[in-house]
């Protein structure tokens, strides 16, 4: 896999003035994988964890002593049944979410050997932007963002599910 930049260790360098710094920050390594059309997948979290449901990039906390992309290889062995071939970090963001404050410390994924299925009882599914599953983690919000951005799409990046009557 290619090589990370700052992010080898999973520790964020940037200050934070929201107040939140007096609660841990936990990395975590999370993958964007792209296939050539320009599809990525999503993953749906499994029942037994927070946030179930929702959608979100694979990926999962970084170990002590693992780099981002180890952690990222070991999570999409787990998650995914595959290997990262081509692999490299590309950006970070934190979130603060109730159970948990996360530095996400996302890489894009363009090559993977093995065949790919859903190991923790997770739905997966390939997408575009505006994304079609819902509800979205709002960790996600940010890369889908930086998706449109790169991709110079105008308009939404995710469908807002509709309140059944």
């Not at 999570?75 to 970070?92: G, M, P, T, V, Y």
Request: charged share 20%; hydrophobic share 40%.
């Amino acid at each position: 896999m290619a090589a990370a930049s700052h992010a080898q260790t999973g520790v964020a360098a940037a200050a934070e003035s929201d107040g939140e710094t007096a609660r841990p920050l936990v990395p975590v390594a999370v993958g964007v994988l792209l296939r050539a059309d320009g599809c990525f997948l999503l993953a749906s979290r499994p029942a037994d964890k927070p946030y179930a449901g929702y959608w979100e990039f694979p990926g999962g906390k970084i170990e002590p002593g693992e780099t981002v992309l180890q952690a990222l290889e070991r999570e999409l062995q787990e998650e995914l049944d595959i290997h990262a071939l081509r692999a490299s970090f590309w950006r970070s963001c934190v979130v603060n979410y109730p159970h948990a404050r996360v530095e996400l410390l996302f890489c894009k994924v363009t090559d993977w050997q093995g065949q790919m299925r859903p190991c923790e009882g997770q739905d997966i599914a390939w997408q575009q932007l505006p994304v079609a599953v819902a509800p979205v983690l709002p960790g996600t919000f940010p890369v889908l963002q930086w998706l449109a951005q790169e991709r110079r799409h105008d308009g939404p990046t995710h469908l807002e599910p509709t309140p059944s009557t």
